[in-house]
């Protein structure tokens, strides 16, 4: 394994979180935070010279990136902006330890949104700021940030995608010039963010909220720069703005770029994957509101506002609340639970199993039950009238079972750590489907911070395995991995 060219990209990365911190330095000045400021400038630094000694020690790139190294860089990669990412809240003090600053840069980058931080409100604007940009960055990184970054790798690009992407997306090709594609997604995702800060403004939130929650609404992050989420706000309106632009950010964004540069209208509309992502949002809709009225006694109104936010919210993984679903019946708990694990659709900004998947599975079952009884029929598994591959057939379903396989093991030890039932399945659910808030005592009205550290471990590393393909991170616990052949 070529270890110089994993350092040669990694530094890169690290080099990008680093000038990304120059943002929320000029936002601390701005508000007069000048020893907030340093500290971002500080941490720029760091991480720029970081980047200079692992980039300059490497040797002149290569023709050729093997998968093994590819793997490397993208696991390595998202570990780089984790790492650099938690120095502004170690110099700055914002959390005691190390632990919990790293805690809380992983759950930013992944757009996981479990929190540390008890007391939101009385940090600095400029801690906030890059709480919510570290959530946009990591939304723009799921869909971008590799390719972006990796067509100077040649080859090496597609297989960045491959170890980075989840496991049954095929078929969506958008431009087989990776470089023009990319910017094509940026584009539509700052447009968004843009078009969503608008909106909110009108609505009648302050310019830094606005902006806030733009960063970690179509990222489907689910920070907030206030105590309560976005209940603190109570703004109908905001709501409105805040469920499209979620509901937005779960969808394929391939879709959006046949939609705006293609102009293919009924394409978009007639994706399988979009089609089962709404009815599975409807579905979960109908249930919980139902719920909330008959066994909690909600008006109906009371029970369209608060049922539609917080369901879609959990269903494409944001994790932003409007109330404390963990006082809700045990049917709708049940079902927000299932959203977590599935998620939104695959090439989204969302986390879970993701959408493709679930459909990938109930296609293979749907085979399977017809071949019990008539073992002669040859059946293709399709997607949209075209067979899938038995590759990624196969990786499909694998990657379910080894998720649920990770989810069951972590919540083993979380419950061997101390946490009740349904605090250690939540948590961990919620972290591998990068939601955030769960039930018991990380509901949305509490958080990660009485965990005990070996448990934030597990549950960092739930959120990186969530995020990125499950496949590249327990590839690199196989010993094989490593042995140079």
């Not at 980058?109 to 540390?116: C, D, H």
């Not at 071949?371 to 075209?386: C, G, H, V, Y």
């Amino acid at each position: 394994m070529n270890f110089s060219i994993v350092r040669r990209y990694i530094a890169i990365v690290i080099a990008i979180i680093g000038i990304a911190m120059l943002l929320p330095a000029v936002v601390s000045c701005c508000y007069r935070e000048s020893a907030v400021a340093f500290a971002f400038l500080a941490s720029s630094g760091i991480a720029l010279a970081v980047s200079v000694v692992l980039f300059y020690r490497t040797k002149q790139k290569p023709a050729y990136i093997t998968y093994r190294e590819t793997i490397l860089i993208v696991v390595g990669s998202w570990f780089g902006a984790a790492s650099a990412g938690a120095l502004p809240y170690l110099i700055t003090g914002t959390f005691p330890g190390v632990i919990d600053a790293f805690f809380e840069s992983v759950s930013g980058f992944t757009t996981t949104g479990a929190s540390v931080m008890t007391d939101i409100v009385s940090n600095p604007y400029g801690i906030l700021f890059w709480r919510s940009f570290t959530q946009w960055l990591g939304g723009m990184g799921l869909i971008a940030l590799f390719v972006a970054l990796f067509p100077v790798f040649g080859m090496g690009a597609a297989r960045m995608l491959e170890a980075e992407t989840p496991a049954g997306q095929e078929g969506e090709k958008l431009n087989p010039r990776l470089r023009i594609a990319v910017r094509r997604l940026l584009i539509i995702y700052v447009a968004l963010t843009l078009l969503q800060t608008i909106f909110l403004i009108v609505s009648g939130l302050p310019l830094f909220d606005s902006i806030n929650l733009s960063f970690t609404s179509i990222a489907t992050g689910g920070f907030a720069p206030t105590a309560l989420s976005i209940e603190d706000y109570h703004n109908g309106a905001a709501e409105i703005v805040i469920m499209v632009f979620m509901f937005l950010g779960g969808i394929n964004f391939s879709l959006f770029y046949w939609l705006v540069f293609r102009n293919q209208f009924k394409r978009v509309l007639k994706n399988v994957e979009l089609r089962l992502y709404v009815a599975i949002a409807l579905i979960a809709l109908v249930i919980v509101n139902y719920d909330l009225i008959v066994n909690m006694g909600m008006t109906f109104s009371e029970a369209i506002r608060v049922g539609f936010f917080n369901t879609l919210s959990i269903s494409t993984t944001t994790g932003y609340s409007t109330t404390d679903f963990n006082t809700w019946p045990s049917l709708s708990k049940a079902v927000l639970l299932i959203l977590m694990v599935i998620g939104g659709s695959a090439g989204s900004t969302a986390g879970g199993m993701k959408v493709i998947r679930i459909l990938v599975l109930g296609k293979y079952l749907h085979r399977d039950i017809l071949k019990f009884f008539n073992p002669q029929r040859i059946i293709s598994l399709k997607i949209e009238n075209s067979a899938l591959s038995a590759t990624a057939e196969r990786r499909a379903i694998e990657l379910i079972l080894m998720y649920l396989t990770v989810l069951v093991g972590a919540t083993l030890v979380m419950s061997a750590i101390g946490l009740d039932i349904v605090s250690a399945v939540s948590s961990v659910a919620s972290c591998m489907a990068s939601v955030g808030p769960g039930f018991g005592q990380v509901g949305p009205y509490g958080n990660y911070a009485a965990i005990p550290s070996a448990g934030k471990g597990v549950l960092m590393f739930a959120m990186m395995s969530g995020r990125v393909e499950l496949f590249s991170v327990l590839a690199l616990f196989l010993p094989s991995f490593w042995k140079r052949f």
